[in-house]
């Protein structure tokens, strides 16, 4: 079982951000870390004793996990410490201007071991062009904290397909970035999405499949093999296994306000007000998620990444699509699994051998 944490503030919303995050609630804080607990404990008695099962990995993700002060996450971390698996992965996201050496050492002590920070670029127009609060000054800083104090894994968050974004450009920002201790890199296209202020501004995007290419490329001549379409790692052990997890369709717990559960093949989703779930934590909306979904969902994911798909989830007019495609040198099939070789073709190669 994987667990995920959501934190809903933030110190300022970046112009491309649709998560549930808030910047003018800060006052709900220690009322919001109280409400988390209480579903905290409510999912960890129906999911996690229940059925007799250990958490594998936790996630805190955001929003902004480094806007909450590291002794509000005491308590979470007494109450989930008995359900730990013994080399759990515990992951926190931050932003550079908010993880102190005191914040990410603190959470480091409380059982953190991999910490994710939010940098997008080391140039200082691209993150004011984003609304990116930080500079590129405090990223590197922040980058090198973790390092000093010592967490296992360290993940950089940069973007790409921005407004006047170059192979050169980027470049920068990767070189920039392998320069410093990480041990992870995650390389995101922009995404234009409703409810964010570059929504209906298309000219933000830029969209050049030749740039993605050339961008995985280069990264991966750096010596970060990329595992996933948006994911590198500079070795096999610094890979996420929280992300594998949703990949390989295991079950989680999601507790936090506007968070996402997945278990016994339904999805249930609390509250996304902070005030609502605040009003009650246990309150959530159940999706039932039927055997063809599943299927399509392990697929799709699959092909995103080395994960692959298990052969045994295709029929026989599926299979021969498969060796198709096999034939053609877009697929190859090793120990029953099927994988995609070129990532940036998952979804096409997904829904042409399931349609």
């Avoid at 995404?191 to 501004?201: P, V």
């Avoid at 096999?236 to 369709?249: A, I, L, P, T």
């Avoid at 909306?285 to 798909?309: A, P």
Wanted: proline share 2%.
């Amino acid at each position: 079982m994987l667990l995920y944490i959501h934190i809903p503030f933030c110190d300022s919303k970046c112009f491309y951000c649709a998560f549930n995050s808030y910047t003018d609630r800060f006052h709900l804080k220690h009322e919001y870390m109280n409400a988390l607990k209480i579903q905290l404990k409510n999912d960890i008695e129906n999911y996690i004793i229940k059925d007799n099962k250990k958490i594998e990995t936790v996630f805190i993700g955001g929003g902004t996990p480094s806007t909450i002060k590291a002794f509000e996450y005491e308590e979470i971390f007494k109450i989930i410490k008995p359900y730990l698996e013994e080399s759990a992965e515990i992951t926190t996201e931050a932003n550079p201007n908010s993880a102190s050496f005191e914040w990410l050492e603190s959470m480091n002590k409380l059982g953190v071991n991999r910490v994710s920070f939010g940098v997008q670029s080391f140039d200082t127009t691209k993150l004011k062009f984003l609304g990116r609060a930080h500079s590129s000054k405090s990223a590197i800083n922040a980058i090198q904290n973790a390092h000093k104090i010592g967490f296992k894994g360290i993940n950089c968050d940069i973007i790409y397909g921005v407004q006047n974004d170059t192979l050169e450009s980027m470049k920068k920002d990767f070189d920039m970035a392998f320069s410093l201790p990480i041990t992870h890199l995650s390389a995101y296209s922009l995404t234009i999405e409703e409810g964010t202020k570059f929504f209906d501004r298309s000219s933000v995007k830029i969209d050049d499949e030749e740039l993605s290419y050339e961008i995985f490329n280069y990264i991966n001549n750096k010596g970060f093999h990329q595992y996933e379409i948006s994911n590198f790692a500079k070795n096999k052990e610094s890979e996420s296994k929280h992300n594998y997890g949703y990949w390989q369709h295991k079950e989680y717990l999601g507790v936090g306000a506007g968070a996402v559960g997945y278990v016994k093949n339904q999805r249930y989703y609390p509250s996304k007000g902070i005030e609502e779930y605040i009003n009650n934590p246990l309150i959530n909306e159940r999706e039932d998620i039927s055997l063809d979904d599943i299927k399509t969902e392990k697929i799709l994911l699959g092909f995103r990444s080395l994960n692959g798909v298990e052969i045994s989830l295709f029929d026989e007019k599926e299979k021969k699509k498969v060796d198709d495609l096999v034939e053609n040198n877009k697929l190859y099939i090793e120990n029953e699994k099927i994988f995609n070789k070129n990532f940036l073709l998952s979804d096409e190669i997904a829904l042409y051998i399931l349609d």
